[in-house]
């Protein structure tokens, strides 16, 4: 730092009484500019989030929908009898199998989903409070803060 910068910054003023230290525009701006830089994360996040549960509903939806039908199928199977034909039978447990991995599958999903989701929630709130200790340093230097 140059002698007229030191001077700036340590340039003292009294305000009812009180010593209040001048800061440069430099550091305001580069507290602006990382507040900003928050404040778009925080905004980034939100929309991931956002994407995460509309990615999750439509896995949803298409496992369930891959459920209906293989319920479907087995439903169509229902008429024949059981141990009349082994073919059928193989093909019968094959779909209820595909329904309990689809089950299985939908499941894992929603775990994967509020875990994604919670681990964004958690960077979200430590920018969050980043930012608003950035905005009350700001405005103390600034002389706004009580």
């Known amino acids: 730092m140059n002698g007229n910068s030191e001077k700036r910054l340590e340039e003292e003023t009294y305000i009812n009484g009180k010593k209040k230290v001048n800061i440069s525009k ?13 404040l778009e994360a925080i905004e980034e996040i939100d929309r991931l989030i956002e994407l995460r549960k509309a990615v999750s509903k439509d896995i949803q939806k298409r496992i369930n929908e891959d459920t209906s039908n293989s319920e479907f199928q087995l439903t169509m199977l229902k008429s024949w009898q059981l141990g ?9 447990l094959g779909i209820e199998r595909e329904i309990l991995s689809l089950n299985k599958e939908k499941r894992g999903e929603e775990v994967r989903a509020w875990e994604h989701i919670a681990s964004l929630l958690k960077i979200r709130r430590q920018f969050l409070i980043e930012y608003e200790n950035l905005l009350a340093t700001k405005k103390t230097l600034e002389g706004s803060a009580p």
Not at 26 to 38: P, V, Y
């Open 84 to 92: 009349n034909s082994p073919s059928i039978e193989v093909r019968r």
């Open 26 to 38: 430099a550091f305001s701006g580069s507290l602006t500019n990382k507040i900003s830089i928050l």
